[in-house]
Nanobody
């Protein structure tokens, strides 16, 4: 059974930092793009960041560029999202995903999803 499990979410004050992790089990995703999305209740799932299979390429939403960093450790089948200078508008459920096509922003491009982890930024 393939699973993606996120961790590291929580409550943080404005300007603070969090590091999300997403570890896969059941298969290896070393040749897959790994991405982070987020979703607020009542809104569509929003692209945050994606990293290519080798880790040499990445793409970010404009809203997080310069504050968030995506990285991966293929030996651990894990992708990370370092979030700095957090703002209240970053509050959402954060989902990790894995997809076969490189550096795509659309949720439909991703076949595998985690269950999500809540990030809440207080003002």
């Amino acid at each position: 059974q393939v699973q993606l499990v996120e961790s590291g979410g929580g409550l943080v004050q404005t300007g603070g930092s969090l590091r999300l992790s997403c570890t896969a089990s059941g298969r290896t995703f070393n040749t897959y793009a790994r991405a982070w999305f987020r979703q607020v209740p009542g809104e569509e799932r929003e692209f945050v960041a994606v990293i290519g299979w080798s880790g040499s390429s990445s793409d970010y939403a404009d809203s997080v560029k310069g504050r968030f960093t995506i990285s991966r450790d293929n030996a651990k089948n894990t992708v990370y999202l370092q979030m700095n200078s957090l703002k209240p508008e970053d509050t959402a459920v954060y989902y990790c995903a894995a997809g076969a096509n490189p550096n795509r922003r659309a949720p439909l491009e991703y076949a595998y999803w985690g269950q999500g982890t809540q990030v809440t930024v207080s003002s």
